[in-house]
């Protein structure tokens, strides 16, 4: 941990995915998620995974026909995996970088186990970020753990009255609650969030 940054920098990350410690990985695009973007008809919009991992959900994206998808992830070994990945993918563009220092502007911020990696403290700082992100009445849609855990993180927990302080300020909260077709490990332990920028 960087002092300076106050949250886990690119070397702690990066060697998680050189030593294959990717335990959030899950396989394939969260239910939730996926079932959400096949009810949204414009496909030209731009859309933001950070802390994407092996980006399961831009897969999914893709097969649904959206051809505007940034990956953010500050691991080089995780983007060098992706590059590869979708290296025939015009659709996809892959960045390696601090999400902290991206810029960028989107109407979608995908939300999968990328918030709980952060320390408390620095949640308010993603949720400012994201707003600066995001077109006006633009989303954060996905997924943020609805429990506590025994271990010391990451990933770090929380509960939506934690949440709901954090996000007030920048958004709307539009859905908070919790997800219905959470994988099976996840199952109640997970709330659906859709937050619209204000």
């Given at each position: 941990m960087q002092?300076?940054?106050?949250?886990l920098?690119?070397?702690?990350?990066?060697?998680?995915?050189?030593?294959?410690?990717?335990?959030w990985d899950i396989g394939y695009a969260a239910p939730a998620i996926?079932?959400?973007?096949?009810q949204v008809d414009n496909k030209n919009a731009a859309i933001l995974i950070p802390g994407?991992?092996?980006a399961y959900e831009a897969e999914d994206l893709v097969k649904k026909g959206f051809n505007n998808i940034t990956l953010v992830d500050i691991a080089p070994k995780a983007v060098e995996i992706l590059q590869q990945k979708f290296i025939n993918t015009p659709q996809v563009k892959v960045i390696c970088t601090d999400f902290f220092e991206h810029d960028g502007r989107y109407d979608y911020i995908v939300e999968q186990t990328f918030f709980c990696t952060f320390y408390p403290e620095v949640?308010?700082?993603?949720?400012a970020k994201a707003a600066s992100l995001l077109n006006k009445n633009s989303k954060i849609i996905g997924l943020l753990f609805n429990k506590e855990f025994e271990n010391n993180g990451p990933p770090?927990?929380?509960?939506?009255l934690e949440y709901k302080k954090i996000f007030e300020t920048e958004f709307i909260l539009?859905?908070?609650?919790i997800c219905t077709n959470s994988i099976s490990p996840r199952h109640g332990s997970e709330l659906?969030?859709?937050?619209?920028?204000?």
């Open positions: 002092e300076n940054l106050n949250y920098d690119k070397t702690f990350w990066n060697n998680r995915w050189l030593n294959n410690q990717t335990g996926s079932n959400y973007f096949s994407c991992g092996n949640r308010k700082k993603y949720a770090f927990g929380g509960s939506e539009k859905t908070m609650s659906f969030i859709t937050l619209i920028k204000k």
